[in-house]
């Protein structure tokens, strides 16, 4: 079982850009995809990008396709989520995720096992 714990949230102006990390303990990192999750007021938690145990294979939901950019370093046991041209609706409390496994099957948080904390972060003026 894996320990993590988001960081990176903060206020944006719509366009600018976020980084937001996600460091992992207790567990082999790369035996785990690792996602990102959204929740926005009145929404449901929202599964925005995935990325295998090996880091070779992403996927991302549509809203952020082009915008976001998942990643990992596995010296670190860090994910990565690069957020560029945020508009407001990227508000939202994002949550990082890990599956039991290496493969990025769904991105439905059914399908994650481990889940941090989460990290706010707000776009506007």
């Known amino acids: 079982q894996l320990q993590l714990v988001e960081s990176g949230g903060g206020l944006v102006q719509p366009g600018g850009s976020l980084t937001l990390s996600c460091g992992a303990s207790?567990?082999?990192?790369?035996?785990?995809?690792m996602g990102w999750f959204r929740e926005a007021p009145g929404k449901g938690r929202q599964g925005i990008a995935c990325?295998?145990?090996?880091?070779?294979?992403?996927d991302y939901a549509d809203s952020v396709k082009g915008r976001f950019t998942i990643s990992r370093d596995t010296a670190k046991n860090t994910t990565f989520l690069q957020m560029n041209g945020l508009t407001p609706e990227d508000t939202g409390k994002y949550y990082c995720?890990?599956?039991?496994?290496?493969?990025?099957?769904?991105?439905?948080?059914?399908?994650?096992?481990?889940w941090g904390q989460g990290t706010q972060v707000t776009v506007g003026s």
């Open positions: 207790g567990s082999t990192f790369e035996l785990h995809a």
């Open positions: 990325i295998s145990g090996s880091g070779d294979s992403t």
């Open positions: 995720a890990a599956r039991g496994g290496r493969r990025c099957t769904s991105r439905h948080h059914s399908y994650f096992r481990d």
